[in-house]
Antibody, heavy 128, light 110 residues
Framework: QVQLQESGPGLVKPSETLSLTCSVSGDSISSNNYYWGWIRQPPGKGLEWIGSIYYSGYSGYTYYNPSLKSRVTISVDTSKNQFSLKLTSVTAADTAVYFC?????????????????WGQGTMVTVSS | QSALTQPPSASGSPGQSVTISCTGTNSDVGGYNYVSWYQQHPGKAPKVMIYEVTKRPSGVPDRFSGSKSGNTASLTVSGLQAEDEADYYCSSYAGSNTVVFGGGTKLTVL
C-alpha cells in the first residue's frame, strides 16, 4: 500500500523559505512510472498545482507552475525515498495546506495523468 | 496558465443526477484527453474519481461518469447519495508536463 506523508514547519516568516518533505512508502521514487508532485490549497479556496519531479535513470526532471517557477525548487533524495519542496520569499498569500501526491505517467501507470495517491496535507502559515 | 472554470456550486436531491462543468482552452482540456476529476470532503485529501476524461478508478461507483466536448469537460453524478456531498475539482494536462486545476464546485445534496 503506497503512502505519502508530508513533514515540515507549520509556521514560516514572511520573506523566508518554506521547506517541506514528502516521505514515500510502498513504492520507489525511482520507479519511472510516476511524477511526484506538490499541490497546495489556501484556506477556503481551490487546488493549485505547484510542480512535479520525474526521476529516471540518475536524473530528476522538474516541471513547475509558470506562476511560481521563479520561487520553487523540487528535488529528490532517492536514498531516503523522499522528495522535497522549497518555496522562497514567501508572503501571506503562500499560506495554505500543502499536499504531496503521485501522478501517473502516460506510458505505464495504472491511472495516466491522475493524482492517485495523496498525502494527508500539512498546513503552513506565513506570519511574523 | 489560467485555472479551469467550474461553477461554484451545484445541488440535487437524493436519487437525482447532477452535472458539473469544467471549461478550459485548446491548450488544456480541448487539446488532450487527460482530464481528471477529484472529490474532496472537508479536511481530507482529494480522491480521484475520473481519469482520462471518462475512466473510473477501481472502487469508484459507476454513478460517477465523465465526458468531454471541445474545451469543456463534465462530471455527472447519477443517483445522488448523501455521501456525494463534497467539493469537486477538475484537472487537465496543460502541455510541457504541467497541470492545471479548476476552481472547484461545492456539491450539495438537498
Amino acid at each position: 500500500q503506497v503512502q505519502l506523508q508530508e513533514s515540515g514547519p507549520g509556521l514560516v516568516k514572511p520573506s523566508e523559505t518554506l521547506s517541506l518533505t514528502c516521505s514515500v512508502s510502498g513504492d520507489s521514487i525511482s520507479s519511472n512510472n510516476y511524477y511526484w508532485g506538490w499541490i497546495r490549497q489556501p484556506p477556503g479556496k481551490g487546488l493549485e498545482w505547484i510542480g512535479s519531479i520525474y526521476y529516471s535513470g540518475y536524473s530528476g526532471y522538474t516541471y513547475y507552475n509558470p506562476s511560481l517557477k521563479s520561487r520553487v525548487t523540487i528535488s529528490v533524495d532517492t536514498s531516503k525515498n523522499q522528495f522535497s519542496l522549497k518555496l522562497t520569499s514567501v508572503t501571506a498569500a503562500d499560506t495554505a495546506v500543502y499536499f504531496c501526491a503521485r501522478r501517473g505517467d502516460w506510458a505505464s501507470s495504472r491511472y495516466p495523468d491522475a493524482f492517485d495517491i495523496w498525502g494527508q496535507g500539512t498546513m503552513v502559515t506565513v506570519s511574523s | 496558465q489560467s485555472a479551469l472554470t467550474q461553477p461554484p456550486s451545484a445541488s440535487g436531491s437524493p436519487g437525482q443526477s447532477v452535472t458539473i462543468s469544467c471549461t478550459g482552452t485548446n491548450s488544456d482540456v480541448g487539446g488532450y484527453n487527460y482530464v481528471s476529476w477529484y472529490q474532496q470532503h472537508p479536511g481530507k485529501a482529494p480522491k480521484v474519481m475520473i481519469y482520462e476524461v471518462t475512466k473510473r478508478p477501481s472502487g469508484v461507483p459507476d454513478r460517477f461518469s465523465g465526458s468531454k466536448s471541445g474545451n469543456t469537460a463534465s462530471l455527472t453524478v447519477s443517483g445522488l447519495q448523501a455521501e456525494d456531498e463534497a467539493d469537486y475539482y477538475c484537472s487537465s494536462y496543460a502541455g510541457s508536463n504541467t497541470v492545471v486545476f479548476g476552481g472547484g464546485t461545492k456539491l450539495t445534496v438537498l
